[in-house]
């Protein structure tokens, strides 16, 4: 048996070598959330001011904003991180507005974009893979046993009616929700002729929470409105400000129908 530590040793050995072959096309300033400004090697030339990156080293598990690149500059002699990756922030698609959403039928907004340029979290890929399947009827979800405490019920009707529920995306049956509590939580669920067969927030209730209470009234009001616009099954919406900040900031292309 191959001892554990042994295949680490031999990893970090492989990974070194490849880290030893990079080429550093770019020097980076990048500044975080904290007010940190910090210069990094990049391998990638077509980085640009104002991208969104991932970084190696401390701040790993931040996300931070390009403020300068220079493309000639002498390689430091002490050593230096990389810039790990340049988030994706291109969106392309045709919109029209439902009420202060937008909405499309077809787009390239995905729930990881829409979390990295607004809520400046790492996109947690849990996808709805949970095995205990459920039956839950949209129109009146309320009353399943499932949702068997009123303070949660109560709670996330506020939410609801706060326009908590920030983006919403359902492909071929596979559904994700971005809602706005204390904090950003995902929602992971799958849809199947309009009932809920799998439903779950990452947030750390335990139990049905007040997210996703708040999902199935904004699902079910959703629903009522785009089905009268649109027959298709899939879609993504986003609230209204969100769109315009995304016209603003991307770099992709996106049309309106209002
Ligand atoms: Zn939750």
């Given at each position: 048996?191959?001892?554990?530590?042994?295949?680490?040793?031999?990893?970090?050995?492989?990974?070194?070598?490849?880290?030893?072959n990079?080429?550093?096309?770019?020097?980076?300033?990048?500044?975080?959330?904290?007010?940190?400004?910090l210069?990094?090697?990049?391998?990638?030339?077509?980085?640009?001011?104002?991208?969104?990156?991932?970084?190696e080293?401390?701040?790993?598990?931040?996300?931070?904003?390009?403020?300068?690149?220079?493309?000639?500059?002498?390689?430091?002699?002490?050593?230096m991180?990389?810039?790990?990756?340049?988030?994706?922030?291109?969106?392309?698609?045709?919109?029209f507005?439902?009420?202060?959403?937008?909405?499309?039928?077809?787009?390239?907004?995905?729930?990881e974009?829409?979390?990295?340029?607004?809520?400046g979290?790492?996109?947690?890929?849990n996808?709805?893979?949970?095995?205990?399947?459920?039956?839950?009827?949209?129109?009146?979800?309320?009353?399943?046993?499932?949702?068997?405490?009123?303070?949660?019920?109560?709670?996330?009707?506020?939410?609801?009616?706060a326009?908590?529920?920030?983006f919403?995306?359902?492909?071929?049956?596979?559904?994700?929700?971005?809602?706005?509590?204390?904090?950003?939580?995902?929602?992971?669920?799958?849809?199947k002729?309009?009932?809920?067969?799998y439903?779950?927030?990452?947030?750390?209730?335990?139990?049905?929470?007040?997210?996703?209470?708040?999902?199935?009234?904004?699902?079910?009001?959703?629903?009522?409105?785009?089905?009268?616009?649109?027959?298709?099954?899939?879609?993504?919406m986003?609230?209204?400000?969100?769109?315009?900040?995304?016209?603003s900031?991307?770099?992709?292309?996106?049309?309106?129908?209002?």
């Open positions: 048996m191959i001892k554990k530590e042994i295949i680490e040793e031999v990893i970090e050995e492989i990974e070194k070598k490849e880290n030893d990079r080429v550093a096309k770019r020097l980076v300033e990048v500044k975080f959330d904290n007010g940190m400004a210069s990094y090697l990049s391998e990638i030339e077509e980085i640009e001011v104002g991208d969104l990156v991932t970084v080293g401390k701040l790993e598990d931040e996300i931070g904003v390009v403020k300068t690149v220079k493309k000639s500059f002498k390689t430091p002699k002490f050593e991180k990389w810039i790990e990756r340049v988030l994706d922030r291109d969106v392309t698609g045709n919109y507005k439902l009420g202060e959403d937008m909405v499309s039928t077809y787009c390239s907004l995905t729930a974009k829409f979390i990295t340029m607004f809520a979290l790492k996109y947690k890929d996808k709805a893979v949970g095995e205990d399947e459920i039956e839950l009827d949209l129109a009146n979800f309320e009353d399943d046993e499932m949702f068997d405490n009123e303070l949660v019920k109560i709670r996330g009707k506020e939410i609801f009616k326009n908590g529920v920030m919403i995306s359902l492909q071929d049956g596979i559904g994700k929700a971005i809602v706005r509590g204390s904090e950003w939580y995902e929602i992971d669920f799958r849809c002729s309009g009932r809920i067969t439903i779950a927030c990452d947030c750390p209730y335990f139990g049905e929470c007040k997210h996703e209470v708040a999902f199935l009234y904004k699902l079910r009001d959703f629903w009522k409105k785009f089905s009268k616009q649109s027959n298709s099954d899939n879609f993504v986003c609230r209204k400000e969100y769109f315009n900040a995304i016209l900031n991307g770099k992709g292309k996106v049309s309106m129908k209002l």
